[in-house]
């Protein structure tokens, strides 16, 4: 069973990439993933979330930082 987190302790939400998702099987080509984490006050990341695209980490970083009423911190680029 997966450890409940405690997302009281959420301060801000990093959204950063592209990280390395491996190699594609159907094209041969590097696939890029982008993290979005949920970080304490000292940046130790309590809960993370892979995406596929640029665009998706966007939006869901803002999406969960503004439900969460945290700061956002953006250091991902486009792949």
């Given at each position: 069973?997966?450890?409940e987190?405690?997302l009281t302790?959420?301060?801000?939400?990093?959204v950063d990439?592209?990280?390395?998702?491996?190699?594609?099987q159907?094209?041969?080509d590097?696939v890029?993933?982008?993290?979005?984490?949920?970080?304490?006050?000292e940046g130790?990341?309590?809960k993370?979330?892979?995406?596929?695209?640029y665009?998706s980490?966007?939006?869901l970083g803002?999406?969960?930082?503004?439900e969460?009423?945290?700061e956002?911190?953006?250091?991902?680029?486009?792949a």
């Amino acid at each position: 069973m997966e450890e409940e987190s405690d997302l009281t302790e959420v301060n801000f939400v990093i959204v950063d990439g592209p990280y390395s998702g491996g190699i594609s099987q159907e094209i041969g080509d590097e696939v890029p993933d982008w993290v979005v984490a949920l970080c304490d006050d000292e940046g130790d990341d309590i809960k993370t979330y892979t995406c596929a695209s640029y665009a998706s980490a966007m939006e869901l970083g803002q999406l969960i930082a503004r439900e969460m009423k945290v700061e956002l911190v953006i250091e991902a680029m486009r792949a």
